[in-house]
């Protein structure tokens, strides 16, 4: 199975090296107090709820949970500039645009995607998937594919743009993927704000 979100291993990594360092804490701490003589003897249940209740609490910091901290703020301040306020969460009418389109082309057969890096890791999944960003630098080798028919984009059929995303690629840049995917027939089949989808028209 892929992976769901390109970010969870930041968390994924670290919680459970935490988890179980509670435990070794737990036994060790037995040990101590039984040199001591005190009759301190926590039982396994003990040692599992305090893994919990560690796990629960350091997730404020490093967690995927609702009301964990967010964890990679430098990130996107690169992408979308540092001070904005960005409501781009499942409730919101751009999280559900996203997600509605991302998740109809994670369903459709043999999609090829070209998109913008945040977007793109929604779209994990897909028969083919490329970022802009990796697309630009290799844009002369892709062109040479046979798939490609003399140009790069010819081998996508949907293109999926968050303009205001600046992690991999600039705003420049976006903007002249989209003059070149118009020109190879590409059309717009929805956006909302700075999200946009395009979609090649048949026989293109």
Do not use: C
Not at 33 to 49: C, H, L, M, N, V
Not at 94 to 100: A, K, V
Not at 107 to 117: E, F, I, K, M, N
Not at 145 to 164: F, K, M, S, T, V
């Amino acid at each position: 199975m892929p992976a769901s979100s390109l970010a969870f291993q930041y968390a994924t990594g670290v919680l459970p090296i935490l988890w179980l360092a509670t435990l070794w804490g737990a036994r060790a701490l037995t040990e101590t107090q039984r040199g001591y003589g005190s009759g301190f003897e926590p039982d396994a249940t003990s040692a599992a709820i305090g893994a919990a209740a560690a796990g629960l609490v350091l997730s404020l910091y490093v967690g995927q949970l609702p009301y964990s901290r967010p964890t990679l703020l430098d990130v996107r301040a690169q992408t979308y500039g540092a001070g904005k306020d960005w409501s781009r969460g499942p409730g919101a009418p751009i999280g559900r645009w996203l997600n509605e389109h991302t998740r109809s082309l994670r369903g459709t057969p043999d999609a090829t995607v070209l998109a913008t890096g945040r977007a793109a890791a929604h779209l994990i999944g897909v028969r083919e998937l490329e970022t802009i960003g990796q697309y630009l630098q290799r844009r002369e080798a892709l062109s040479q594919l046979p798939d490609r028919r003399g140009h790069p984009l010819r081998a996508y059929q949907w293109i999926l743009i968050d303009r205001d995303d600046g992690l991999h690629q600039t705003r420049q840049e976006v903007d002249a993927v989209e003059q070149e995917a118009v020109a190879e027939g590409f059309e717009v089949i929805d956006r909302l704000e700075t999200l946009v989808l395009y979609r090649r028209l048949p026989g293109e």
